[in-house]
C-alpha cells in the first residue's frame, strides 16, 4: 500500500513539473522580428530629410498571420516619424516600413522604432479575442557628419571674481547677450533685471541692484563635437542665484556670463555647474570659487563701564561709550528712554557725547526718575552716525538701588579726601619743625 502511495506522489510531481516546462516554454501564436533598420542618407545633415526603411518579417514558425497596426520612431523626448495601417503578414511574410523625419541638432539621436501588432486567437471558452504584439528595435542616426565613436567630451568650465568697472565695452560678449555699451550689465549679472531708473524715480529695488564684484565665468568646449543646450548652474549656501543659459559651443569656443556677487551676503564656496548635452548624453562639468566678501570700515559703539546709583527716586548713570568698529562715528548722543516706571529728568535726559573715533572712547552721565514698584530695568540708548547712516543701541541696565554716599555726585571722592589729608599732615609736620 505504501509503495503505491509512493509512486503515485512520483508520478503527480512528474505531471507537475513537465505542465510547468511546457508553460515555460509556450511558444507565441504570432512572433514579429525586425530584420533590419536602414538610415538613408547615412549621415544627413541638421534640417535634411532622413528616412529609416525598417524591414520587419512574421516568423515562419508563427502560428498566425499578424496584422501591424502602427510603427513609431521616437526617443525619450519626441516621436519622430508614424506609420499606421501598415500591411497584413502571413508566416513568412515581411514588408519595408519608410519612417520619415529630419533632426534640428547635429549629434548622435539614439533611436527606438516600436512596432505594433495584432492578430486573432481563442480565449479557454473558445471565445474569438483579439492579441496584441509589441516589439522594439534600436536605430542610431549621426546627424551632421559628426563621427559617433569619436566624440571626445572636453568641456570645461571656470570661475573668478572680477571688478564690475574692468569690464570693457570691447570685452567679449558674454553668453548672455550682454550689451556693455548701454551702461547696465543686466543679462550678463545672473539675469538681474538691471533697470536706469528715470528722472524722479524712487530708488531701485534692491534685487536689481549690482554689486561692485561679479563672479566671472567661463565655458569652454575644448573637445571635438559641438556642445548644447548650456546651462550654467550657480550655487552658494541658501542664496538667491539664478540659471544662466549659453549658447552652443562649437569645439574651439568659449562663452562667458557673469554673476552678481552682492547676492551673497556671507563667505561661502560658490559651487559652479555647467551642463550640456553631446550627441544624445546630457553632462556636467563643474569648479568652485571661495568667495569672501570685501570688509567694508563701519563703526560700532557699545557701553562700557556703567555705574548706576540712587538718591531717593533720582537714579544717575555714568559709563563710556566705546567704539569697537573699525570707522570712526559721529553725532553720537545718549538718552534715557521713557519707559513704565522710568522717566528722564534735568539736568542730564541726554547727553551728546559727538565724535568717538576708532578703538577710543568717551564718558557721559544720565539722570532719571525711576518707580522701582514699577520697574527692574532702565533702558539707554547710544543713536550714532556710521558713515552718514544713523545707527541706534539700546541696552537694559538691572535696577539694583545703590544709594548715593553722602558727598558722592555720581562720581567717587574718597581718593580726592585721601589726598587732601596727606597734604595737610605734610604742612602741619612742616610748620610745627619750623616753629621749634
Known amino acids: 500500500m505504501d509503495r503505491l502511495r509512493t509512486v503515485a506522489s512520483v ?22 522580428i525586425v530584420d533590419d533598420a536602414t538610415v538613408t542618407p547615412e549621415t544627413p545633415d541638421p534640417g535634411e530629410t532622413t528616412t529609416v526603411d525598417l524591414s520587419v518579417s512574421n516568423s515562419a514558425g508563427s502560428g498566425e498571420p499578424v496584422t501591424i497596426d502602427s510603427v513609431t520612431l521616437s526617443d525619450e523626448e519626441r516621436v519622430y516619424a508614424t506609420a499606421e495601417n501598415v500591411s497584413a503578414l502571413s508566416p513568412g511574410d515581411s514588408v519595408t516600413v519608410p519612417l520619415s523625419t529630419a ?35 534600436p536605430v542610431t542616426v549621426v546627424v551632421g557628419g559628426v563621427d559617433a565613436d569619436g566624440i571626445k567630451d572636453d568641456v570645461q568650465v571656470d570661475a573668478q571674481a572680477v571688478d564690475a568697472s574692468s569690464i570693457e565695452d570691447d570685452e567679449e560678449e558674454p553668453a548672455a547677450g550682454v550689451d556693455l555699451n548701454v551702461g547696465d550689465l543686466g543679462g550678463a549679472l545672473g539675469g538681474a533685471n538691471i ?15 549690482v554689486g561692485d564684484r561679479l563672479l566671472r565665468i567661463e565655458v569652454t568646449n575644448f573637445g571635438t563635437a559641438t556642445a548644447r543646450s548650456v546651462v550654467v548652474e550657480p550655487a552658494a549656501n541658501e542664496s538667491d542665484l539664478p540659471r544662466l543659459p549659453v549658447a552652443d559651443l562649437e569645439p574651439g569656443q568659449q562663452e562667458i556670463v557673469y554673476v552678481d556677487l552682492a547676492r551673497i551676503e556671507k563667505a561661502s564656496t560658490v559651487d559652479v555647474t555647467a551642463r550640456y548635452t553631446l550627441g544624445t548624453e546630457r553632462l556636467t562639468s563643474a569648479t568652485a570659487y571661495e568667495y569672501a566678501p570685501e570688509q567694508v570700515p563701519s563703526a560700532a559703539l557699545q557701553f562700557t563701564d556703567l555705574d548706576l546709583v540712587t538718591d531717593g527716586d533720582v537714579v544717575k548713570i555714568s559709563g563710556n561709550v566705546a567704539n569697537v568698529g573699525t570707522a570712526g562715528a559721529s553725532g553720537a548722543v545718549v538718552a534715557v528712554e521713557e ?11 541726554s547727553y551728546f557725547v559727538g565724535a568717538v573715533p576708532e578703538s577710543d572712547f568717551v564718558g557721559f552721565d544720565l539722570t532719571a526718575s525711576v518707580d522701582a514698584n514699577a520697574t527692574d530695568s532702565v533702558p539707554i540708548t547710544v543713536t550714532y552716525l556710521d558713515d552718514g547712516v544713523e545707527q541706534e543701541r539700546t541696552v537694559e541696565l538691572d535696577y539694583v538701588p545703590r544709594e548715593q554716599a553722602s558727598g558722592e555726585d555720581g562720581r567717587t571722592l574718597w581718593p580726592f579726601a585721601l589726598a587732601g589729608s596727606a597734604a595737610l599732615l605734610v604742612f602741619g609736620g612742616g610748620a610745627l619743625v619750623w616753629r621749634q
Open 103 to 137: 533632426f534640428d541638432e547635429a549629434g548622435v539621436h539614439e533611436l527606438t522604432a516600436t512596432v505594433n501588432g495584432s492578430y486573432a486567437d481563442t480565449d479557454d471558452d473558445g471565445e474569438q479575442i483579439t492579441e496584441t504584439v509589441t516589439i522594439t528595435y
Open 195 to 209: 533697470q536706469q531708473p528715470d528722472d524722479g524715480e524712487e530708488e531701485e529695488d534692491s534685487a536689481d541692484r
Open 11 to 32: 508520478f503527480i510531481v512528474l505531471v507537475l513539473l513537465v505542465g510547468g516546462l511546457g508553460l515555460a516554454t509556450a511558444v507565441p501564436d504570432a512572433r514579429l
Open 339 to 349: 519707559s513704565e516706571g522710568v522717566d528722564p529728568i534735568y539736568p542730564q535726559r
